[in-house]
């Protein structure tokens, strides 16, 4: 049974920094290319960053500068470091990996820049 399962998210002011992680399991993890997601309320969903099995990043323009993301395929499980952080980042944040014709998706974590 594949999991991917999101961890800390929470309540943070503007200009604060949250670290996101993705644990999966079930598969190789490996060689999966692993995507962030996010969805505002009203809005749809966006890539905000992902990171390949090579380890190549990209990232959303909104973030550059600000948001990181890296793997540890040992503990097969992807980190998204989240700083200088903006009411405009509220979102619920998905994690995605897909391999070939396999593609899952986490349950969310909710993340919300509020003062």
């Not at 490996?30 to 905000?48: D, F, H, I, M, N």
Request: aromatic share 14%.
């Amino acid at each position: 049974q594949v999991q991917l399962v999101e961890s800390g998210g929470g309540l943070v002011q503007p200009g604060g920094s949250l670290r996101l992680s993705c644990a999966a399991s079930g598969i190789i993890f490996s060689y999966y290319t692993v995507g962030w997601y996010r969805q505002a309320p009203g809005k749809g969903r966006e890539l905000v960053a992902a990171i390949t099995s090579g380890g190549s990043t990209n990232s959303a323009d909104s973030v550059k500068g600000r948001f990181t993301i890296s793997r540890d395929n040992f503990k097969s499980t992807v980190y998204l470091q989240m700083n200088s952080l903006k009411p405009e980042d509220t979102a619920v944040y998905y994690c995605n990996a897909y391999y070939l014709h396999y593609d899952y998706w986490g349950q969310g974590t909710q993340v919300t820049v509020s003062s």
